[in-house]
Nanobody, 118 residues
Framework: EVQLVESGGGLVQAGGSLRLSCAIS????????IGWFRQAPGKEQVGISC????????YYEDSVKGRFTISRDNAKNTVWLQMSSLKPEDTAVYYC???????????WGQGTQVTVSS
């Protein structure tokens, strides 16, 4: 059974930083695309970053480019999202998932809440 466990969220002031973790079990992340998604209040869930765990290729959505950094440790089956220069508009529940061309592959975990105060 695939499990995705996100952690690291919290309340932070604008300009602050957080590091989110995605612990994955049930499949190995080698040669996978793992993405971070977020859902803000009243809005649809969107993908914001992705990493190819085989070659390290990364993608960032424009709104987070230059502020967020995705990384992985294949041996630990873990993917992180380092978030810096946080803005109130980054407030959302953040989720991770394996994906194929932006389409999530597994059931969602519980997510981790990020709240950025102005």
């Amino acid at each position: 059974e695939v499990q995705l466990v996100e952690s690291g969220g919290g309340l932070v002031q604008a300009g602050g930083s957080l590091r989110l973790s995605c612990a994955i079990s049930g499949f190995t992340v080698d040669d996978s695309a793992i993405g971070w998604f977020r859902q803000a209040p009243g809005k649809e869930q969107v993908g914001i970053s992705c990493i190819n765990t085989s070659d390290g290729y990364t993608y960032y959505e424009d709104s987070v480019k230059g502020r967020f950094t995705i990384s992985r440790d294949n041996a630990k089956n873990t993917v992180w999202l380092q978030m810096s220069s946080l803005k109130p508009e980054d407030t959302a529940v953040y989720y991770c998932n394996a994906e194929s061309f932006g389409t999530p592959l597994y059931n969602w975990g519980q997510g981790t809440q990020v709240t950025v105060s102005s």
